[in-house]
């Protein structure tokens, strides 16, 4: 594998880390509601969640897709009706006040903020199939463990920072002061997106 090329499979995946999907929407409101610590957390979560699809294509998921696309199917479904749920928690809770006075104390814990993340990236199956389109090409067969390595790292480190600043940018003080002062609404766009995102991957 050249270094063009493995620069090429880094940008191209640093775009769609940064497109707007769950993950993304998931960062913004963890850091608005529960500050940067939780929102790192979270955007770790999410860096494992890639790493785990990435893997999966570079061993060949890809393919299990295609032979058994009743499996993606049922992926999606599962990943689809997930995301549906966290949505109908977010309107739920969306006219409950949010208690501010102590932001020593995150509503999630960080082994909590891991696995939301972790969980909200592996419920869309559709970084499969983008890391195998991405791969295909420009991995070959062959390629040294230390550059596959090096490969997932650079997967990690695109999730996790990327997300842990759009966590950082929503924990402001003024974008805590917007979200307190337009909760409801804010919550209930957040909770619809999702819930548009969920049916999307369900169905598309």
Not at 11 to 40: D, K, Y
Not at 48 to 73: D, E, M, N, R
Request: with cysteine; net charge positive; proline share 5%.
């Amino acid at each position: 594998m050249t270094l063009a090329a493995f620069v090429t499979v880094s940008l191209l995946h640093l775009m769609a880390a940064i497109s707007p999907g769950p993950a993304v929407l998931m960062s913004a409101r963890t850091g608005v509601t529960e500050g940067l610590r939780t929102g790192f957390f979270l955007a770790m979560g999410i860096g494992l969640g890639g790493v785990i699809w990435a893997s999966a294509a570079l061993f060949g998921l890809a393919v299990l897709f295609q032979t058994a696309p009743a499996l993606l199917w049922a992926l999606k479904a599962l990943g689809g009706l997930y995301l549906i749920y966290l949505a109908w928690c977010m309107w739920r809770d969306s006219d409950r006040p949010l208690d501010m006075r102590d932001d020593r104390r995150p509503p999630r814990t960080a082994t909590s903020a891991f696995w939301l993340g972790v969980t909200t990236q592996l419920a869309n199956p559709k970084p499969a199939v983008l890391f195998s389109a991405i791969f295909v090409g420009t991995v070959p067969p062959g390629t040294p463990s230390l550059v596959v390595g090096a490969l997932l790292l650079v997967v990690f480190l695109n999730e996790t920072l990327w997300n842990t600043a759009v966590a950082r940018i929503f924990s402001f003080d003024r974008s805590k002061a917007a979200y307190i002062s337009l909760k409801t609404v804010i919550d209930r766009s957040f909770g619809g997106l999702l819930a548009l995102l969920g049916v999307k991957i369900a169905i598309t």
